[in-house]
Structures are given as C-alpha cells and as structure tokens.
C-alpha cells in the first residue's frame, strides 16, 4: 500500500517555526514531485508549496514565500516545509501530495496524506 505521513505540526507562537515532514512509502519520491497545501476551517484547500516539472524550481504561495522552503531527503524518501516567522493566518492543517508538481498531478494516481495540524497563536 501506498502511503504518505505527514509529522511535525503542532501548537507555536507567532514568529515561531516547524518543520513538517512528509514520508513515503510503498512510493518513491521522483523529481521532488510533492506539492504541499493547506486547508484552514471553512476555507478550500490551497497550494503552499510545488516544484515545476519544467526547470526544477519550488514555487510558494504569496504569503509564504521568503518564510517557507521546501527541502528533501532522497536516501529518506522524504520531503519537508520548514516554516519560520510564522503567523496566526497559517493556522491550518497541512497536507502532501504525490506525485505532484506546479502544473499538476497528471494522469496516473495520487496519493494525499492525512495532514498535520499547524495551529499558531498570537
């Protein structure tokens, strides 16, 4: 089976960091192709973190771009979002999904983890 396990959430203060993880198994990370959203109460899911399959490079969303950076492990078979400066508005459940990257899933299966919950406290 197919899995991928989200780690690393909890509860910080504003300007704190985390480092969330996102490990594989039964699945090879390729190409770091993992995307990482996250979904606040009430809100849609939205696209964080992605690595183009063009030229390689990680894309951020607005708000979290020069806070958040996207790193992996090969020999581990595992991603991360370290995450710093953080801010109550990133209060949110994240997740990682695979294969994934800016332009999108294509056309075989992917897989979500169950998320980690990220609450930031002001």
């Known amino acids: 089976d197919v899995q991928l396990v989200e780690s690393g959430g909890g509860l910080v203060q504003a300007g704190g960091s985390l480092r969330l993880s996102c490990v594989a198994s039964g699945f090879t990370f390729d190409d770091n192709a993992v995307g990482w959203f996250r979904q606040a109460p009430g809100l849609e899911r939205e696209e964080i973190s992605c690595?183009?399959?063009?030229?390689?490079?990680?894309l951020y969303e607005d708000s979290v771009k020069g806070r958040f950076t996207f790193s992996s492990d090969n020999a581990k078979n595992t991603v991360y979002l370290q995450m710093n400066s953080l801010k109550p508005e990133d209060t949110a459940v994240y997740f990682c999904t695979a294969p994934y990257h800016c332009e999108g899933w294509g056309a075989g299966k992917y897989y979500w983890g169950q998320g980690t919950q990220v609450t930031v406290s002001s």
């Open positions: 690595v183009s399959s063009n030229n390689g490079t990680t």
